[in-house]
């Protein structure tokens, strides 16, 4: 199939075709007829699939097509984040190149006035992280009353955010008569409750299995104590010469430590997450992307919805809580149908998160110590549950033949053998 088939206008054609896509991906094959023929649509998309051109090449040609240009916006769409609403931005601009609608983004952390004045001139398609698009219209900056299509993204995330009352709120501001978008990765009860509301009729397209990872991206583990985790992270960018890497913690404050650690250790590190102003963090996102440090490192929010072409590795420093969140870190890896690399370092106490995230993938991911970095046979003293910790040791027994030879390249992993007498510390995640 090609863009060709799809319905969709020359114009629009033209600004696809300066993006070299090729062919257009399932979800955009699928979607955007739907879309065109004014239905509802549920999509089950993760990241990294074409999703966003899949809603955004449509919405395009249905504003462009049906009513005339107003003041005031005729599309919203809600993101979870701000970086993730910067970048639908960019790609309405860039598809819309040839049109002329107009469309703006808004999110919180930086100042009002611009957005209010751009509000002012006119927009035709807005981009809007939930919190501050409230502000707007608490503030009557912004009247929502025009809106014609509705397209929720990545909506699981919204909920888990925390956001579903300002998103009851918004929808609330809309007129009845609308088109609904609502793109998910995952499904929970609660999200099935929510879609069964807002959708009428809707047409369903799932274009992964439903929670399943990226099937491009290479999953691997390595199990290490806690303690060696940092030491094993910058042997590892030494051995495999890693230059471009997403490192994903559990907090704020181990992102800032880790990117440190990794500096001390001469690899060009930064972090990136909630606690940064939007001014900073757009930095760090911008140095990642031009190569100017190896090593991003992200809290769960904050990598949400990060659009880095070709990234090729992942590294999941620590397990997150949530299996989903595993689906959705790894995604950022292997986009598109590109390969892809996802690494978790997994200490004796995160047996039971990957079993969780075993469960919710359906199939085991390999766990092969490092030479050098093996983990202490003595389980930590804050184990979850006895019983987890003997089904972990299982999945560590099962695991396929242990790597038997120290680094080609640089055999570092058995120069730190002195190391491996050090045990797992309780203390908090770094
Ligand atoms: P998304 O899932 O929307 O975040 O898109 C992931 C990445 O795939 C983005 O970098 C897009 O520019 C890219 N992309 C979108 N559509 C295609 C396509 N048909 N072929 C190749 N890459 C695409």
């Known amino acids: 199939?090609?863009?060709?088939?799809?319905?969709?206008?020359?114009?629009?054609?033209?600004a696809v075709a300066t993006q070299r896509y090729g062919r257009p991906t399932p979800i955009q094959s699928q979607a955007i007829p739907v879309i065109l023929a004014g239905h509802d649509l549920l999509a089950g998309a993760q990241t990294g699939t074409g999703k966003t051109a899949a809603f955004v090449l449509p919405l395009l040609q249905l504003l462009a097509?049906?009513?005339?240009?107003?003041?005031?916006?005729?599309?919203?769409?809600?993101?979870?984040?701000?970086?993730?609403?910067?970048?639908?931005?960019?790609?309405?601009?860039?598809?819309?190149?040839?049109?002329?609608?107009?469309?703006?983004?808004?999110?919180g952390g930086v100042g009002m006035q611009p957005q209010?004045?751009?509000?002012?001139?006119g927009v035709d398609i807005l981009v809007a992280t939930p919190g501050r698009l409230l502000d707007h219209a608490g503030q009557h900056t912004l009247d929502l009353s025009r809106i014609e299509i509705l397209v929720l993204d990545e909506a699981d995330r919204m909920l888990d955010m925390g956001f579903i009352h300002d998103v009851r709120r918004i929808i609330n501001l809309l007129p009845e008569r609308r088109q609904n978008l609502l793109f998910s990765a995952t499904y929970s009860d609660d999200m099935r409750?929510?879609?069964?509301?807002?959708?009428?009729?809707?047409?369903?397209?799932?274009?992964?299995?439903?929670?399943?990872?990226a099937e491009t991206v290479i999953q691997t583990a390595y199990p290490v104590d806690k303690a060696r985790k940092r030491d094993l992270l910058a042997h590892l960018f030494h051995r495999e010469d890693w230059q471009q890497v997403l490192v994903f913690t559990r907090t704020k404050a181990g992102a800032n430590r880790l990117a440190e650690?990794?500096?001390?250790?001469?690899?060009?590190?930064?972090?990136?997450?909630?606690?940064?102003?939007?001014?900073?963090?757009?930095?760090?996102?911008?140095?990642?992307?031009?190569?100017?440090?190896?090593?991003?490192?992200?809290?769960?929010?904050?990598a949400r919805g990060?659009?880095?072409?070709?990234?090729?590795?992942?590294?999941?420093?620590?397990?997150?809580?949530?299996?989903?969140?595993?689906?959705?870190?790894?995604?950022?890896?292997?986009?598109?149908?590109?390969?892809?690399?996802?690494?978790?370092?997994?200490?004796?106490?995160e047996m039971v998160l990957l079993k969780g995230i075993q469960r919710l993938l359906g199939r085991q991911i390999t766990l092969n110590p490092v030479v050098g970095f093996e983990p202490s046979l003595t389980p930590p003293p804050n184990d979850p549950e006895p019983g987890e910790r003997r089904r972990g040791s299982h999945v560590a027994a099962s695991a396929a033949p242990r790597r038997a030879t120290p680094s080609p390249r640089?055999?570092?992993?058995?120069?730190r053998d002195?190391?491996?007498?050090?045990?797992?510390?309780?203390?908090?995640?770094?």
Do not use: C, W
Request: charged share 25%; net charge positive; hydrophobic share 40%.
């Open 1 to 14: 199939m090609s863009f060709d088939s799809l319905g969709l206008r020359a114009d629009l054609l033209r």
């Open 65 to 107: 097509e049906k009513g005339h240009p107003q003041r005031h916006p005729r599309a919203l769409i809600l993101t979870p984040t701000r970086e993730l609403a910067a970048q639908i931005g960019e790609r309405v601009h860039a598809y819309g190149i040839h049109l002329s609608l107009r469309s703006t983004v808004i999110f």
């Open 116 to 121: 209010i004045n751009q509000l002012r001139r």
């Open 193 to 213: 409750r929510f879609s069964d509301n807002l959708l009428q009729r809707p047409k369903l397209i799932e274009v992964a299995r439903r929670n399943t990872a």
């Open 261 to 302: 650690h990794l500096g001390r250790e001469g690899i060009a590190a930064t972090a990136i997450h909630g606690n940064k102003s939007q001014a900073a963090r757009t930095r760090a996102l911008d140095e990642f992307k031009r190569g100017a440090v190896r090593a991003l490192v992200a809290t769960d929010i904050a």
């Open 306 to 349: 990060l659009d880095i072409a070709q990234l090729p590795q992942v590294v999941n420093f620590e397990l997150p809580n949530v299996a989903e969140d595993y689906v959705h870190r790894i995604g950022r890896t292997g986009r598109a149908g590109a390969g892809g690399q996802a690494l978790s370092l997994v200490s004796h106490d």
């Open 410 to 415: 640089t055999g570092q992993g058995s120069r």
């Open 418 to 430: 002195g190391q491996r007498s050090r045990t797992a510390s309780p203390r908090k995640p770094t």
